[in-house]
């Protein structure tokens, strides 16, 4: 068993720059405590890491079967308040909470999905983007249960300390994107719902006429998306310990899209490096206005452009999303499908007679010897 494992590493993995860069980065990710004790860095990547499963989920489901959804913090906020509702109503623990919150997100995913079935394209996303606004209405007109505006607080914490948690939620999302990415891989010899999501994706009506029970998958999309969407959403507001409308705001569905499309749609790894690319991003950009503001810079004439350049960049920090804004306009300008697709298009080679993928740096495929050039 470890000399197939050990074999399968060096010819499957090795000689493919994409896979090894995936290893270098969960290896970097796992031994982030062991690297540095700071606080910051720790939570920042534990809320990356509950992110990037809310951003594949939504890939999924809208990447994958082309089922636009607009609402995905839908399902986000619902297994969080679920989540809250055990436990201030029943006293249940996050052990408990998570896996009913998670199924009640995945019974949500189907419902929402009945309705949408014979839409297709705006129609179908404006649905989607009503369903949580509707919810977010239902949560703030009954703040008696629900708190209101200001949400369920002092809710149970997910582990006893911060690393504890940082390792919980990067466990989940390695799980999740390895599962996902299996259920989405068309070239997968036993699991064929990803070939079936890309045929619904690309002719919906030709691939009913194939004898592909299309509503059956549609179904089974919106659950998987809704389970790992949930998922992320209970674990959120265990990491937190609160939890609010603002789970179920169109900002929260629409910065799933954002890092996705950054990263690179229909790529499952994608939503990753965007949320790993962009999350931090704007976390530093904060941090870096706190810096700069605990700078004394002298008041003399000889100063005044570092006085303005500190007001200028003051005014960008405080406010991240102009910075996000300009970075995925300009990554989409260069790299329209997306910055992960880009960088694996630069790095690895199809090979045109065997599909094998091969290293940049060949000129021959490692496999059948056919050229690459």
Known sequence: MLRRTLKSFRYGVLPVPGRLLAIIFFVFLFTLPLITDQRFYIIMFTFASIFAIFAVSWDLLSGYTGQLNFGHALFFGVAAYSSAFLYKYLGWQPWATIPLSVLIAVVTGVLTCFPALRLRGPYLSLLTMAFPLMLAGVVISLRKYTGGENGIASLPALADSEVQRYYICLIAMTVSVLIMWKLTDAGSRYIRTGLIFHAIREDEIAARASGINTIRYKLLAFAIGG???????????????????????????????????????????????????????????????????????????????????????????????????????????????????????????????????????????????????
């Not at 990491?239 to 950054?262: D, E, N, R, Y």
């Not at 690179?264 to 949320?275: H, L, M, N, R």
């Not at 350049?309 to 005014?315: G, K, P, Q």
């Not at 405080?318 to 960088?343: C, H, K, N, T």
Request: aromatic fraction near 10%; hydrophobic fraction near 55%; proline fraction near 5%.
């Open 227 to 373: 389970l790992f969407a949930g998922l992320a959403g209970a674990l959120f507001t265990h990491v937190i310990q609160s939890v609010g409308p603002s789970s179920l705001s169109l900002t929260m569905s629409f910065q799933a899209i954002i890092w996705v499309i950054f990263g690179g749609i229909v790529s499952i790894y994608g939503a990753v490096v965007g949320v790993f690319v962009l999350y931090p991003l704007m976390d530093l950009s904060t941090r870096l206005g706190d810096i700069i503001r605990g700078l004394s810079i002298p008041s003399t004439p000889f100063f005044v452009p570092l006085i303005k350049i500190e007001h200028f960049v003051l005014f960008l920090t405080d406010r991240p999303i102009i910075i996000l804004a300009v970075v995925v306009i300009v990554i989409l300008l260069f790299m329209p499908e997306g910055i992960a697709v880009w960088i694996r298009d630069k790095i690895e080679r199809e090979c045109p007679r065997c599909k094998l993928t091969n290293g940049f740096w060949r000129k021959e495929c490692r496999a059948c010897s056919a050229s690459l050039h």
